[in-house]
């Protein structure tokens, strides 16, 4: 599965948000559970991401205003990842388009994530 992950301040468009995902074709979006309601008119699954899962998720940009927010370096990032579940990565780093970042993450293959599974155990 791939999940999009996506950052945005609360005073962007559904427009701004369709726009942002243009040439994309994510499974399901996903973002903090506070921003969450506003991906519904979309037309995707949404998967809303409690801020506490956020904390200390390693992403591969940082934000210093993410960072005093949610407590991870990339919104988008860090809410692909954990939505995309154990083990996923991310194929496509947080990216700037217009008002909303976006990035992309992949879910480990099922036999991998059940790996991870048994190792946290």
Do not use: H, N, W, Y
């Not at 940009?61 to 954990?82: H, I, K, P, Q």
């Not at 194929?91 to 190792?119: F, I, M, N, W």
């Amino acid at each position: 599965m791939i999940v999009a992950g996506l950052g945005f301040r609360s005073t962007v468009s559904v427009q701004d948000l369709a726009e942002a995902l243009s040439g994309l074709s994510p499974d399901a979006l996903a973002t903090a559970s506070g921003k969450a309601p506003a991906l519904a008119p979309l037309g995707l699954p949404v998967i809303a991401v409690p801020e506490e899962d956020l904390r200390g998720v390693g992403t591969l940009t940082e934000s210093s205003r993410v960072r005093d927010l949610f407590g991870t370096g990339s919104l988008s990032e860090a809410a692909a990842l954990v939505a995309a579940g154990p083990g996923a990565r991310l194929v496509r780093k947080r990216e700037v388009r217009g008002l909303v970042t976006v990035a992309l993450a992949q879910s480990a293959p099922a036999s991998c994530a059940a790996e991870d599974q048994k190792d946290q155990i």
